[in-house]
């Protein structure tokens, strides 16, 4: 009986890990399974005009003449019988979201936790369709620094910021940065990217959200900023911050522009300063 049964969860586990998009993780209380959700399909390529101080030697030494491949990712976390989504995607009619979803048998109903990296569009599209809520028995967990921030600002810059923030009240959760969340999720400050930017930590799994826009560039040079980072200093110190961090402790770096896979293994985390 027990041969059967170790038989038959070494399938399942063996399954598991050749599907590119999940990865398993034992941590102290338990498996934590993390789903690369591509919200957008198909890696695409960005211009090199959103990173003007890149030098053209750069790009040719770099063989990305072309541009910068990207993705467009949410991650899906299963522990402890929670649904935890990070981020939600732009909502856009290409956006997989919903059917990927609803292909893991997570019904929009169903969802319980979002933890929601910054507040840019491409990752908070999803969390309302026509005003309304698309995840009705949800709890929303926002870093306070970046709610208060887009609070603040101009409605043309902020307006669906704060309709997410309204639509959400009743089930939003402003988080201190270091607050470990429900799913024993730990938050850390990687501010720059936007005021309040957060990346999560479950184990040995770190979702990175923005931290890297251009993989093929910034892993080698973390020293530049897209011009999407609003603060581009302190991005840059987060990133470089982060990333060490990550390599120093052995995390897998999932993140919502990474192509592919969506994520990094620490064994291709070389960084420690500015090149
Ligand atoms: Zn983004």
């Known amino acids: 009986m027990n041969k059967i049964f170790l038989f038959v969860s070494g399938l399942f586990l063996l399954t598991a890990c050749m599907q590119k998009n999940v990865q398993k993780t034992a941590g102290d209380d338990g498996m934590a399974v993390i ?7 198909g890696p695409s390529l960005q211009p090199h005009k959103l990173y003007p101080d890149v030098p053209d030697s750069l790009w040719n030494a770099l063989g990305l003449q072309e541009g910068v491949p990207s993705g467009m990712n949410c991650f899906l976390l299963q ?16 956006s997989q979201l919903f059917p990927k979803l609803t292909a893991l048998d997570v019904k929009p109903e169903g969802l319980q936790l979002i933890y929601i990296t910054h507040f840019h569009p491409d990752h908070i599209g999803g969390l309302l369709r026509d005003g309304k809520v698309t995840f009705p028995n949800a709890e929303l967990y926002v870093n306070r620094v970046e709610a208060e921030a887009w609070q603040k600002m101009g409605d043309k810059q902020s307006g669906q910021a704060k309709g ?3 639509a959400y009240k009743g089930h939003l959760h402003l988080f201190e940065a270091g607050d470990t969340l429900p799913g024993g999720v730990i938050s850390i400050a990687a501010y720059g990217h936007t005021p309040g930017h957060t990346v999560f930590q479950k184990d040995s799994i770190l979702v990175i959200g923005d931290l890297i826009h251009g993989a093929a560039l910034q892993l080698e040079h973390p020293e530049y900023s897209p011009v999407y980072d609003m603060d581009a ?8 911050r982060i990333l060490n961090y ?3 402790n052995r995390l897998t770096v999932y993140g919502m522009h990474l192509p592919d896979s969506g994520s990094i293994h620490p064994n291709k985390l070389c960084v420690s300063g500015i090149r």
């Open 233 to 240: 200093a302190a991005a840059r110190e987060s990133r470089l």
């Open 79 to 94: 522990t402890a019988g929670k649904n935890i989504l990070f981020d939600a995607g732009l909502g856009a009619p290409f």
């Open 246 to 248: 990550a390599r120093e």
């Open 35 to 41: 789903t690369w959700i591509e919200d957008k399909p």
């Open 164 to 166: 997410v923030l309204e």
